[in-house]
Each structure stands twice: as structure tokens, then as C-alpha cells.
């Protein structure tokens, strides 16, 4: 993480589903906390970019399904369904302290062409130049792996959309305190690495691969985004 927080400008922030749920679904009081810390980073002087997942876990819970979706028309079903309910609890946030947030639905297109990502671009910089909060989400209604529109995760979103808007930090919060030697729900022995100048095969080795039965992430995804995010010099903090 840079030690001096004075030359970092703007922030991406990526939220998993585990950290703004609890076991009846997504929390308010989780989100709120959330916000609340966004909103000390932009008192700060910084703007901040979010990228939260989400909508997939709401709109299964609104279908009562309590397995992992599989299949593609599942995950775009879920997402149609979950992605207003999802915006409505961060509205509901920021809204305490009078921001204004914006949905900013992206694929893999938006970010692979570059007319399209200018015309993006473009709307993301009036909206933080009118203060208001980018909230991100991959657009799973329409992005699929088969036609090669799907990011297939929001770590890597996250750090893809960091690299594009010239972020200077790239934050992946998650449910433990950063990356481990090994799982430490899983591994006792497991010891927290404070900082990685490198992400080394051997790095990648320490990561596990399972998220939750709604989520798609994991460390492994995550170590990933961070050396997304390094090749155009953005740090990275897991924490």
C-alpha cells in the first residue's frame, strides 16, 4: 500500500458479496458501513470508483434458490432480478449523507474497445466531476462466457476498470484480513503476508479457489487483479 496516502487521487473500491451479506442476505448495515468509509476517503480530497457485486445472491434469494447458479440464463435471471434491489440499499446509504451515487453497468466490450470505453470514460469523469459515486457491477444480464463479453469476475473488473481511469489504488475488501500463506479459515498455522512486491508463482500458490455458493471470487481471483492493476502502476490493497 503507498505510505503516503497525500499523492493518491482516486480509489477503486471492490466489495464482495460475502462482505455486505449475512446469513438472511445482503445487509443495510453492512452497506452502510461501507459507504461510511467512502465517504471519509472522499472528505479526504480522493475520488472513489466502486465496484460491488451482489446482484446475482439478491436476486437468488428473491427466487428462494439456495444452491451456487450454474448455468448462464440463471445467473442473468438472478442478476436482472437483484441488480435494482442492490442499488436501492447503496442509494439508501449515501443518501444520509446527501450523495448521490450512479449504476455503471460495463462488459468485457466496454472495456476491450476502445471507442466504447472513451464514450464510458467520458460519463464517468462528469459523474465524479459533479461529485457523484460510480457504482460498478459486471452487467450479467447480457455479458456471457460464450460470446466473450463476461469478465467472469469483479476482482478482475475492478482492476481492469482502476487501470483504464488511471486509478492510484485498487482496495479489494474482503471477508479476512488480506492474503495468508495458506486458507486460515482452514490452516491455523496460516501467517498474514503484508506486502507483496511481486506476485510470484509461488504467491498464486497460496491462494485457494472457492468463493461462497453466490460468489465467483476468491484470493486466487484477486492476486490476479492485483498484477492487473500493477501493470499500469495502480497498487493494490487486500484487505
Known amino acids: 500500500m503507498p505510505r503516503n496516502l497525500n499523492h493518491i487521487k482516486r480509489v477503486v473500491i471492490k466489495v464482495g458479496t460475502n462482505l455486505i451479506s449475512n446469513e438472511t442476505g445482503i445487509s443495510q448495515e453492512k452497506i452502510d458501513d461501507i459507504v461510511k468509509g467512502i465517504v ?13 457485486s451482489g446482484a446475482v445472491g439478491l436476486g437468488a434469494k428473491e427466487l428462494k434458490l439456495h444452491t451456487k447458479v450454474q448455468s448462464v440464463v440463471m445467473r442473468q435471471t438472478c442478476a436482472s432480478i437483484g441488480q435494482p434491489i442492490l442499488m436501492s440499499h447503496y442509494r439508501e446509504a449515501f443518501s444520509r449523507y446527501n450523495t448521490v451515487c450512479a449504476q455503471v453497468l460495463i462488459t468485457k466490450t466496454e472495456l476491450n474497445d476502445r471507442k466504447t470505453f472513451l464514450n464510458l470514460r467520458n460519463s464517468v469523469t462528469s459523474l465524479l466531476e459533479h461529485n457523484v459515486v460510480p457504482i460498478f457491477n459486471e452487467n450479467d444480464t447480457v455479458s456471457t462466457d460464450e460470446v466473450g463479453t463476461a ?6 473488473l475492478s482492476a481492469f476498470v482502476a487501470s483504464k481511469i488511471d486509478a492510484d489504488l485498487l482496495i479489494l475488501l474482503t471477508d479476512i484480513d488480506g492474503l495468508y500463506t495458506n486458507n486460515p479459515k482452514e490452516h491455523l498455522d496460516a501467517t498474514l503476508i503484508h506486502e507483496v512486491e511481486a ?7 497460496s491462494a485457494g479457489n472457492a468463493g461462497s455458493i453466490y460468489s465467483t471470487g476468491g484470493m486466487k481471483t484477486k492476486l490476479l487483479a492485483a498484477r492487473i492493476a500493477s501493470y499500469a502502476g495502480c497498487a493494490t490493497v487486500i484487505a
Open 40 to 52: 471519509e476517503l472522499r472528505e479526504l480530497g480522493m475520488s472513489v470508483l466502486l465496484v460491488t
Open 151 to 156: 469478465v467472469g469476475d469483479n476482482d478482475r
Open 199 to 205: 506476485i510470484t508463482d509461488e504467491i498464486m500458490q
